[in-house]
């Protein structure tokens, strides 16, 4: 398939049950892997910002952790469920609604994260400079910024052309997945059957992501001012394979950029 990718409003009736089909992603070993590297390159407290928060899960536990929290996503109904967990929580947690390609906070940051392959929404590779510069320009002097991106070998060989379903009382879905290789795109057309009262009221959503090369990050933070630091093999220390599912990337601050009058 060839033509133009638009990128469509993802998440809006999908929050509403999100958490619910996500519950078996260990959220908890997630923070323990993302504390443990956080650690190794001295950010043990300070502000973080987690781009791409969600609903909130995993913002929740880095709060525990003791890091002071800001949370960035362009999804209002995923942020109305952050919110929701906030208030229940009690803990101190700014949630500002805002596109990750042009976000804006009130100062910098010890460290960013973007988790569960917020990464791969950003289709085009100037826009996803954009972010890499966004981010370095907040962050302080020497911060760390750690992302996830989804591999080839996942879209290929697992999501392929692939139709994944679940049902449960409260709702049910249909994935059906389709990935374009020449343009190293990924479209899932998500159906939601959701428990609304007595009857279930249809959904239907379509996401895109797009599959960014090891050398292709690499030179899109350096284009942004950051030095790559290290890539993982998810959830390891050691170098991805060609079946690594997910890599880990983890980028150092090296000054602002100076901007273009």
Not at 95 to 100: C, V
């Amino acid at each position: 398939m060839t033509g133009v990718w638009k990128r469509m409003e993802a998440y809006r009736s999908f929050a509403r049950v999100y958490d619910m089909f996500m519950d078996n992603v260990p959220y908890e070993e997630w923070c323990g892997y993302l504390t443990g590297l956080l650690e190794e390159y001295g950010v043990k407290n300070g502000i973080l910002l987690d781009l791409g928060c969600g609903t909130g899960s995993l913002t929740e536990l880095l709060a525990e952790k003791g890091y002071d929290m800001i949370g960035v996503d362009n999804s209002e109904d995923m942020l109305e469920i952050a919110v929701e967990k906030r208030e229940k929580s009690g803990r101190d947690i700014l949630y500002l609604m805002q596109d990750m390609r042009e976000f804006e906070l009130y100062g910098t940051v010890r460290a960013a994260v973007s988790i569960c392959d917020s990464i791969n929404y950003i289709l085009d590779y100037d826009e996803l400079v954009q972010v890499f510069s966004l981010v370095n320009n907040y962050l302080d002097p020497g911060g760390i910024f750690i992302f996830d991106c989804n591999t080839e070998y996942k879209y290929r060989e697992l999501l392929a052309d692939n139709v994944i379903a679940e049902n449960r009382d409260e709702g049910s879905f249909i994935w059906e997945n389709y990935y374009y290789d020449d343009e190293r795109m990924n479209e899932y057309d998500l159906t939601l059957f959701i428990k609304e009262g007595e009857q279930y009221t249809k959904y239907v959503e379509t996401h895109y992501q797009r599959c960014y090369r090891i050398d292709e990050i690499e030179k899109a933070l350096k284009e942004a001012g950051m030095r790559l630091e290290a890539v993982y093999d998810a959830f390891t220390r050691e170098t991805p394979k060609p079946d690594s599912e997910r890599i880990y990337f983890i980028a150092r601050e090296q000054g602002k950029k100076e901007k273009k009058i």
